[in-house]
Nanobody, 123 residues
Framework: VQLQESGPGLVKPSQTLSLSCTVS??????????FSWMRQAPGKGLEWMGA???????SYSPSLKSRTSISRDTSKNQFTLQLTSVTPEDTAVYYC????????????????WGRGTQVTVTA
């Protein structure tokens, strides 16, 4: 399984950040996998942003929920992150990740990661 992020490396403040992740070697609809977005800002730890499950259900970090949307295109085997009203604090390396979960949705492990893409928010 391979995941590859794509999107602009520079975003201006107040704009919407949009990233896509193309998955190969595995399907977005395979039970019980979830596909998530993580980020790591300079000098900080990894932050889970949200995920979309095999059935299309979404979940988000409470701290980002008001600004985050994750969607998917199963025909392209891609899922997308949109983060609105960005500020310089959203500057980070963004990763797309596959998570293995139980049938109840309980997290097991993140087994495949994209290489990450740097996004810088600057005027």
């Amino acid at each position: 399984v391979q995941l590859q992020e794509s999107g602009p490396g520079l975003v201006k403040p107040s704009q919407t950040l949009s990233l896509s992740c193309t998955v190969s070697g595995g399907r977005l609809t395979t039970p019980y996998y979830y596909f998530s977005w993580m980020r790591q800002a300079p000098g900080k730890g990894l932050e889970w942003m949200g995920a979309i499950g095999y059935s299309g259900t979404t979940s988000y970090s409470p701290s980002l929920k008001s600004r985050t949307s994750i969607s998917r295109d199963t025909s392209k085997n891609q899922f997308t992150l949109q983060l609105t009203s960005v500020t310089p604090e959203d500057t980070a390396v963004y990763y797309c990740v596959r998570e293995g979960r139980t049938s109840d949705g309980d997290y097991i492990a993140s087994d495949y990661w994209g290489r990450g893409t740097q996004v810088t928010v600057t005027a």
